[in-house]
Nanobody
Framework: VQLQASGGGLVQPGGSLRHSCAAS????????MGWHRQAPGKQRELVAQ???????DYADSVADRFTISRDNRKNTVSLQMDSLQPEDTAVYYC???????????????WGQGTQVTVSS
């Protein structure tokens, strides 16, 4: 499965951005889609994930600011990021995995990273 991500960019603190990610083939009901990010000098971290049934999970640092959604008919997942702060600056990656596997599994599919920079 190939994942094509779009979005990202430069935004001032307090601003908003939206990421989208499209899968090249049908996503199965036992798949989980999500977004990770990696800031310079830091490990990649899970930002948000969503099951095919719509169950969501967020990192504590973004739970009240970011919203993940998915369209199973279009095989897409989106991440709406509001109230962005400089600490949100990172490369963001969309991913797709089987529910029974971890994100670190070799079977996880990743899209290309997109840069988000929050700066005044």
């Amino acid at each position: 499965v190939q994942l094509q991500a779009s979005g990202g960019g430069l935004v001032q603190p307090g601003g908003s951005l939206r990421h989208s990610c499209a899968a090249s083939q049908i996503i199965f009901s036992n798949d989980v889609m999500g977004w990770h990010r990696q800031a310079p000098g830091k490990q990649r971290e899970l930002v948000a994930q969503i099951t095919s049934g719509g169950t969501t999970d967020y990192a504590d640092s973004v739970a009240d600011r970011f919203t993940i959604s998915r369209d199973n008919r279009k095989n897409t997942v989106s991440l709406q990021m509001d109230s962005l702060q400089p600490e949100d600056t990172a490369v963001y990656y969309c991913g797709l995995k089987r529910r029974s596997r971890s994100w670190s599994s070799p079977s996880t599919n990743w899209g290309q990273g997109t840069q988000v920079t929050v700066s005044s």
